[in-house]
């Protein structure tokens, strides 16, 4: 009973001795953590807060670590073999379930810097203790396991949370940790994550979003599976977790790790991990939408939907040399009628060979096409659920007449306006997509403008011009760059207001830090070398700034902010330019070079040293594109990932919406005005690689789920009024009927039995045969 337990202090003092004593032999420091294991599993201190804190502080000064070398030279040379060495194992081994325990039982109570001191002792067991066991580091490792596990199931422990999180990111930098530190890290951040029952803190977002972020993107190029899989793992629950706070670095990483690899990566292993992972987010019930509403009806980034859903039709196509799968499956439908008449609308759609004949048959599916085919599935099944939970109340008679401009249910007609602000944003991104690639050929021509017009873009006035080229997806920065220096001003006059205008879309009161407001600009587009445009660039650079600074910039007037800019850039040149073999300015040079500059007056020292150590360690840049990352040569993902972080993670973007959890489930069985567009992306791949497989494989369980899908498609195409695609569906299952057919029919004729009735038999008069006997 708790009233007769006596007071920790009265008792616990011994065995602490014993466990901190440095002349202890470990039997005696073996038995006192027993003994205190013991204690705290029966609940002795259960009331006794300053207990825990006593024993972990205990734990931290243990002074037992291993053998010595003298001892461990007498027990070599004694007859007692091996006495020594088991005796530290379990003394260690006892350390660290007290550790666990202790964590386990009093969490709440304890420090956080306690509770990384005792997963440090673990990482000390697991990694850094040279003699330790196989047995010794996997205990080691289910230590660190539940320490992570009790803090981050906890939604009191936020301040624990934040030094562990912080401890694990640290071990993943590659620079400074080994791959078995790494493994164990990644392990841990997946529990982490997996466990949390709490909202993250502002803290541990930025943790998660900027240094655990910045190095997965470096170890998703490593070879090593375990790391790659596990990487793409904490990815993935990355965005289970805080996918509203990671809207760019999802794209990044979907573009630049799943993607890349599927694309670009030979070894069969790596993709198929790869491939197993981007499953993992097409089984997500909202997501898919949630990255075609993100990212494919967002100006400024790609169309993340429309990617995956192509590269899984090529990975389930056949890869065989000198066989084009759209031309096979094109000869094979090149007489087979359409229905209502109508002609494909999918002209590269797959379209199934014979599987007797050479070609697409004699190509076998392999695990990639297999994984591939059913990412396309479960997106279209999540479509057709939608789909059929809305048409229930619905005849089959009203969806067949159903035109394409029609409302799609009675539910959505007050959402016809957003269905149309929709398709405006799409609509508006490829018309831009389209004026970003004309203006890419020539900027400084005018026909660009006139072509962007004829697309439906206003480019009549500067500001709507800078608007566009602020939104450019795809823009070449050194065009831009060439675009928007044009002057002087008095023979450019148009030019130079679109570059104030542009300029103007900034927001630089988020970046009072000088340097960052620099950084922030130029990182739109390439500055011409030029003095002249530099020139200009600065003194557009410098009067929008000091207007949106005001009262809070220590700069006395747009002059001075003119200057200071200008001799930053030289700064930036002079420090970073590989040409440049004279001694780098120094610090004393740079003050002394902008000394009275701020009208008349000096700018304090320490804004001036600050400003040259930003730039001297690190190099102003023009921001990357991720297509730079995905055509990178081997070798050299690592480095420019780890590098570019922040540049990426400064890319303006609309603000994430990405379904809840608990809000996915509920609306599992609603269409949404998106779901057409949707099913319109992914028909193409969609056919290509159900098509495919349904050709090309054996496994009967794939052949019914492929033609499952085709008929889920055929539902959702009838749903929509989309006809040309229900053309295409119909058009391969009649030529694939009509393959089988024929095959029958030469089957019976060499006399073997095929089993299917494609003849009359003695047994049942009325069955007809389909085979004309004269023919």
């Not at 956080?112 to 996997?138: F, M, N, Q, W, Y």
């Not at 014979?354 to 085919?373: D, I, K, Q, R, Y």
């Not at 009203?398 to 007050?414: N, P």
Request: aromatic share 6%.
């Amino acid at each position: 009973q708790a009233d007769k337990i006596p007071e920790a202090s009265l008792y616990l003092s011994p065995f602490c001795d014993a466990i901190q004593g440095r002349d202890i032999s470990a039997p005696v420091t073996g038995a006192a953590l027993h003994a205190i294991h013991k204690f705290v599993l029966y609940g002795f201190f259960a009331a006794q807060p300053d207990a825990y804190r006593t024993i972990a502080n205990t734990l931290l000064l243990c002074t037992f670590e291993e053998t010595t070398a003298e001892a461990e030279s007498r027990r070599r040379t004694s007859d007692s073999k091996g006495t020594n060495s088991h005796e530290d194992e379990q003394v260690v081994l006892k350390l660290l379930d007290l550790s666990a325990l202790v964590v386990r039982c009093a969490s709440l109570e304890l420090k956080p810097e306690i509770i990384v001191g005792l997963l440090d002792t673990c990482l000390h067991v697991s990694h850094r203790a040279k003699r330790a066991s196989s047995l010794l580091k996997s205990a080691a490792s289910d230590a660190l396991g539940q320490i992570t596990l009790e803090v981050f199931s906890h939604p009191d422990l936020a301040k624990a949370r934040e030094a562990i999180l912080s401890k694990l990111a640290s071990l993943l930098n590659p620079q400074k940790n080994s791959d078995a530190y790494v493994v164990n890290s990644l392990m841990l951040v997946n529990i982490a994550l997996e466990t949390l029952t709490d909202n993250l803190t502002e803290t541990e977002i930025s943790i998660l979003q900027n240094d655990v972020c910045k190095f997965l993107l470096g170890w998703s190029t490593s070879h090593d599976l375990v790391i790659l899989s596990l990487t793409m793992r904490v990815i993935f629950n990355l965005f289970q977790t805080i996918s509203n706070h990671l809207k760019v670095p999802l794209e990044v990483f979907l573009t630049s790790v799943h993607l890349r690899i599927l694309e670009h990566s030979t070894n069969s292993e790596e993709r198929e991990v790869a491939l197993e992972s981007l499953l993992e987010f097409c089984q997500e019930p909202a997501l898919m939408k949630d990255l075609y509403l993100n990212y494919d009806c967002d100006v400024n980034c790609t169309n993340l939907f429309a990617q995956i859903c192509a590269t899984l039709g090529e990975v389930a196509g056949p890869h065989s040399p000198g066989v084009g799968v759209a031309v096979e499956l094109d000869k094979a439908l090149e007489n087979t009628p359409r229905v209502n008449g109508e002609s494909s609308s999918i002209k590269s759609v797959p379209k199934p060979a014979s599987p007797s004949s050479p070609g697409v048959a004699e190509v076998p599916m392999n695990a990639l096409s297999f994984l591939a085919v059913e990412g396309l599935l479960t997106i279209i099944e999540s479509i057709a659920r939608r789909v059929k939970a809305s048409s229930k109340d619905k005849s089959l008679d009203r969806t067949l007449t159903m035109s394409s401009g029609d409302s799609l249910d009675e539910d959505l007609m007050a959402e016809q306006l957003t269905e149309d602000e929709l398709q405006e944003k799409k609509k508006h991104k490829a018309a831009l997509s389209k004026l970003a690639e004309i203006f890419n050929s020539d900027p400084i021509k005018e026909e660009w403008i006139h072509r962007g017009k004829d697309l439906g873009i206003a480019l009549d006035t500067p500001e709507q011009v800078a608007d566009a080229l602020f939104q450019l997806p795809g823009v070449d920065k050194s065009a831009l760059g060439e675009y928007l220096g044009k002057g002087p001003a008095e023979n450019f006059p148009f030019e130079d207001k679109v570059r104030r205008a542009f300029v103007a879309h900034f927001d630089f009161t988020k970046h009072s830090n000088f340097a960052q407001a620099l950084r922030v600009f130029l990182h739109k587009f390439r500055m011409p070398g030029e003095a002249q445009c530099i020139d200009r660039f600065m003194e557009a650079f410098a009067a929008e700034y000091f207007k949106q600074q005001g009262d809070a910039t220590s700069l006395k007037s747009v002059d001075a902010t003119y200057v200071l800019a200008f001799s930053t850039i030289m700064l930036n040149t002079d420090l970073h330019n590989p040409m440049n073999k004279n001694p780098r300015m120094t610090c004393d040079q740079f003050i002394a070079n902008n000394r009275g500059i701020n009208d008349g007056e000096d700018i304090p020292v320490d804004i001036l040293e600050d400003l040259y150590k930003q730039i001297n360690q690190t190099e102003i840049q023009v921001q990357r594109d991720l297509g730079e990352f995905i055509s990178l040569p081997e070798g050299n993902h690592a480095e420019h990932f780890r590098s570019a972080w922040g540049e990426l993670l400064n890319k303006q973007v609309a603000a994430a919406s990405f379904t809840p959890a608990e809000e996915a489930i509920k609306t599992i069985n609603q269409v949404g005005v998106h779901e057409k567009d949707m099913f319109i992306v992914i028909a193409k791949p969609a056919l290509q690689g159900i098509a495919s497989a349904f050709v090309r494989s054996w496994d009967d369980g794939c052949i019914l789920s492929c033609l499952k899908g085709l008929e889920q498609m055929a539902r959702i195409a009838t749903y929509f009024g989309l006809d040309k695609i229900l053309n295409d569906i119909m058009s391969f299952l009649l030529s694939q009927g009509r393959e089988f057919i024929a095959g029958c029919i030469s089957l019976e004729y060499a006399g073997i039995d095929s089993g299917a009735p494609i003849s009359q038999t003695q047994d049942d008069d009325d069955t007809m045969s389909i085979v004309d006997p004269d023919s």
